[in-house]
């Protein structure tokens, strides 16, 4: 989360957690309602993710639009789509990067200096850098990555962990400390009839 959202919650521990819930799911708030794009988002369901009363939601909704920065920030507020989750349902790999705090942008660089040398697409790149927190960084990858390219990736020190999400079963030999593989038995398969 954001700097100045913690500044403005620190104080407040029930509306910071319906907040974050805000900020990591793109919600907005308008004219006292939540949205999600032009869809009303019942309160009833933010407290029962959120795990706080609605009495809690609808103070915070008041608080943000009662701070002219926060309501600026909410009203402008839109979800993230991305392809990490169905990627290995399409026969596409996805790595996910754990980076040390401060170093996103150079091992990012190094890792699609990698792919490029490699000429592998990548489809999407998805990911955050928290000013206080390790990096993430999902990268969606067309096809299956070769094991070199991920040899390569181990040697980036800053790089903690690499987390291969795969619809092929026989990536598990490249498990090392830093490397994990999730395999996807659900891999689909399109044919031009389809």
Not at 98 to 111: D, H, R, W
Request: proline residues 6%.
């Amino acid at each position: 989360m954001i700097h100045i959202l913690e500044e403005y919650f620190k104080n407040y521990p029930a509306r910071r957690k319906v907040v974050e819930f805000l900020w990591s799911a793109g919600l907005s708030v308008k004219n006292g309602k939540v949205y999600i794009k032009d869809v009303e988002v019942p309160i009833t369901g933010i407290a029962q993710a959120t795990g706080v009363n609605r009495k809690i939601v609808y103070h915070t909704i008041e608080y943000i639009e009662s701070k002219p920065a926060l309501k600026i920030l909410f009203e402008n507020l839109s979800p993230k789509s991305s392809l990490v989750s169905i990627a290995p349902l399409m026969g596409w790999e996805v790595l996910e990067l754990t980076i040390q705090k401060g170093s996103y942008e150079k091992v990012l660089a190094k890792v699609l200096s990698i792919l490029a040398e490699k000429r592998i697409r990548v489809v999407e790149i998805f990911g955050s850098n928290p000013y206080e927190d390790k990096s993430k960084a999902y990268l969606v990858i067309e096809g299956v990555l070769p094991f070199e390219v991920i040899a390569s990736m181990r040697t980036e020190g800053a790089l903690e962990r690499i987390v291969i999400h795969t619809p092929e079963r026989n990536k598990e030999r490249m498990i090392c400390p830093k490397c994990e593989v999730k395999y996807c038995p659900r891999k689909v398969v399109f044919t031009p009839e389809s």
